[in-house]
Structure formats: structure tokens, C-alpha cells
């Protein structure tokens, strides 16, 4: 805090500078004939600076601003027309401007052409645009917020909520959120990458800090954010090792409001981490690109589905794009078939309670009816159900 403090005063100090001299300039002009630039005038030695650099500045007029040592050299402002004549003085050796030097600017991220990543030609995905691109299904990423700005990301992103601070944006500060968003739904066009759903609407709710952790209070508040809010989806590539009531709750809350909760089982190589043990949310494992189960993937009985999570290369904060892996990059394969399927009318087959609505278990028995059994045969503490093909689930019978 100390050092921001320092740092706005400087700056304030530094605006106020600018327009106090802005002022002198306009008085000098209006008032005079004579207009002045800025100067860097070089002498020929350091002896020839403190022995004529008075004289010489006081015969063309000109206001010393300040010395400069290092390239023995004084900056004055020098009054226009006196310029060329000052440089033809015998000690000086050249009169440089003064020009205005800007921030480095940040480089602009160069969009690359749109790839077909991996993951999302494994579900098929990309096959199942020619059905339903998601649209109107709203996902709700439970995450580090996301890149509001980003080009491949933006016209999907119809809204958000910052947990930890209301009053403060809900775009993505660490990256994450962004990555798991894009494979969810980064647009179909001519940059990076696409999504399972590429018009799936997404909200940004951000819950965890820029170090990529964050109160349980606020991943709470988010749930609750997302089912006064309408969330069909909410996909939570986040977690914990211990059981809080207060979460189960949550989640249940949630699961009960008809939303369908994805989550990440996490990857300790140990026990599926929670909210993705609760048993109202869907658990994913990760694989890769050979189908197998790395290592680190937590499993269990309580996994639901797998689904690519090595080397996945989706959307990154800062208008960019990243290859990462992790649990947090398999569930939001899951979260957009979810969506691809409920964009889809619920048929007599899968709507068991007749509401003409999907309901979470309608979803999730869908998702196992088009798996593709992996590891052992049938379901299994690694695979669960087996890797849900998207293409399969948006074709349904009326
Ligand atoms: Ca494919
Ligand atoms: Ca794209
Ligand atoms: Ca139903
Ligand atoms: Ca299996």
C-alpha cells in the first residue's frame, strides 16, 4: 500500500508538472514574439560547459533548464530562432532536440489462425456446430474471472460477478479462468482457437485471486450469484481436499435449483478433491491424447467422466493464448457437451420427471449414454462412465 501511495503521489506530481509547464509555454507565446523549444545543447568538453555555458545561452536568449554531466551538455529552452545560431558557437559541439519519450507500450499480441485443438477434436465438438453451437445455454465459470477483452472470447461473455469484490471488475487478472472459458466457448472465426460450444453465453464469476486461490465464502457467493442468475452450466475447475458442510451445501443449493455443476477432480494423484466428490456434482478426470489417465489425475469412486486435460491450448489473459494442463482443463470439456446438450430440446427418453426441461441427472445420463468406455471395461475409478463424444449427445430422437 505504501508504495502504491508513493507511487500515485508521484504521479499526481508528475500531471500537475506537465500542466503547470503547459501553462508557462501558452503565457511565453501569447506573450511575446518569440516562441522556444527545447534543447539539448552539447559542449565540446565538461571545462568548456561550467566556463561558457552562461555566456553563450545568455547571448541567444535562451533559459537553462538543467545540466547534464554525463554528455556535457546543458537542456535549455532556446527561442526558435536563435537555434541555428547557437549551434555555430565555437564551444558547442551540437544542439540535439529534446523529443518526448513514451512508455514502451505492450506488444500487441499478434491473433494467430484458428486451430482445432486437440481436446475438442476428440469430444467431436466440431462435428456437433452443424447442430447446435450452444447459444443462449448460460455457463457460469466459477473461476479467476475472465479476459473480458479477449477476441476470441468477448461476444460471448454476456455478463459476470466479482465475489471477492463486487465493486471491482470480473475480468480475469491470473489466466486461468480464461483458458478454462475458451475451451467452454472461444468463437468460431478466423483467430486461435474454438470451443465445444462457440456461441455458449458465458459469465465471468471471479472467486479466486490473481494468485489463482480465494475464500471458500466467495466460491459460495458465486453459486449463489449463479442461481439467482439463471446458470444452466457452472463449471468449477477448482478445489479442496477437506469436506466443508458449508460448500456441500452449496453445491447441493445449486444441483437442486437445476443447474447442471461440472467440476475438476484434481490433480494431488490422490482423492477426487471436493466440489467435485459431492455426489451432485460431475467429477472429471483428465487424459490425454492417447486416451490414458496421466498420473496426476485424482481418482476415485465419485469420478464421473474424463475428458481431454494434457497440453490443452485455449485463450490466456492479456488477449493471448496458453498450453496448460490439468483437471481444470478436462471439466470445461465436460461443462460445454453439457450445454451443446441442453441447447438441444430434452426428448421423452431423457426428460424422466415429463417438466419438458433437462434436469442435471437427465444431462448426466446423456453424457454416460455417449461415452466411450475407457481403462477397464464399464465403469471404472479412473474413467468413471468414459469420455462423453459432444457430437453424439446433441443427436437426439423426437
Ligand atoms: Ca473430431
Ligand atoms: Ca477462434
Ligand atoms: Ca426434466
Ligand atoms: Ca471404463
Redesign the pocket.
Known amino acids: 500500500m505504501k508504495n502504491r501511495h508513493s507511487f500515485i503521489s508521484r504521479y499526481l506530481g508528475f500531471v500537475i508538472l506537465v500542466i503547470l509547464f503547459m501553462a508557462l509555454t501558452v503565457q511565453i507565446t501569447s506573450a511575446g514574439s518569440r516562441s522556444f523549444t527545447r534543447k539539448i545543447i552539447v559542449f565540446k568538453s565538461e571545462a568548456l560547459v561550467e566556463q561558457s555555458a552562461e555566456n553563450v545561452l545568455m547571448k541567444h536568449g535562451a533559459v537553462k533548464l538543467k545540466k547534464l554531466e554525463l554528455i556535457n551538455a546543458v537542456v535549455a529552452k532556446v527561442p526558435s530562432n536563435e537555434v541555428r545560431k547557437l549551434a555555430l558557437e565555437p564551444d558547442v559541439l551540437r544542439v540535439d532536440d529534446d523529443i518526448e519519450v513514451q512508455i514502451s507500450k505492450k506488444p500487441v499480441v499478434i491473433q494467430p489462425p484458428q486451430t482445432?485443438p486437440w481436446g475438442?477434436?476428440?469430444?467431436?465438438?466440431?462435428?456437433a456446430k452443424t447442430i447446435t453451437t450452444g447459444k443462449n445455454v448460460k455457463v457460469g465459470v466459477i473461476d479467476t474471472g475472465i479476459d473480458v477483452n479477449h477476441p476470441d472470447l468477448k461476444s460471448n461473455i454476456k455478463g459476470g460477478y466479482n465475489a471477492i469484490n463486487p465493486l471491482r471488475p470480473y475480468t480475469d487478472d491470473n489466466g486461468h479462468g480464461t483458458h478454462v472459458a475458451g475451451i467452454i466457448a472461444a468463437i468460431d472465426n478466423d483467430i486461435g482457437v474454438v470451443g465445444s460450444g462457440p456461441e455458449i453465453s458465458l459469465y465471468s464469476i471471479k472467486v479466486l485471486k490473481k494468485s489463482g486461490s480465494g475464500f471458500l465464502s466467495d466460491v459460495i457467493e458465486g453459486i449463489e450469484w449463479s442461481i439467482n442468475n439463471g446458470m444452466q452450466v457452472i463449471n468449477m475447475s477448482l478445489g479442496a481436499s477437506i469436506d466443508i458442510a458449508s460448500f456441500h451445501d452449496a453445491v447441493r443449493a445449486a444441483y437442486q435449483s437445476g443447474i447442471v455443476v461440472v467440476a475438476a477432480a484434481g490433480n494431488e494423484g490422490g482423492a477426487v478433491s471436493y466440489p467435485a466428490a459431492y455426489e451432485e456434482a460431475i467429477a472429471v478426470s483428465a487424459t490425454d491424447r492417447n486416451d490414458n489417465r496421466p498420473w496426476w489425475s485424482n481418482y476415485g469412486s465419485e469420478i464421473d467422466f474424463a475428458a481431454p486435460g494434457v497440453d490443452i491450448y485455449s485463450t490466456y489473459k492479456g488477449s493471448n493464448y496458453a498450453t496448460l494442463s490439468g483437471t481444470s482443463m478436462a471439466a470445461p470439456h465436460i461443462s460445454g457437451t453439457a450445454a451443446l446438450t441442453i441447447s438441444r430440446p430434452v426428448n421423452s427418453e431423457y426428460d424422466v420427471d415429463s417438466d419438458g426441461k433437462w434436469d442435471p441427472d437427465e444431462v448426466k445420463q446423456r453424457l454416460i449414454d455417449v461415452s466411450e468406455d475407457l481403462g477397464d471395461t464399464g465403469f471404472d475409478i479412473y474413467y468413471g462412465f468414459g469420455l462423453p463424444n459432444a457430437?453424439q449427445a446433441v443427436q437426439l430422437s423426437y
Do not use: G, N
Open positions: 482445432l475438442i477434436d476428440r469430444i467431436d465438438a466440431e462435428l457430437y
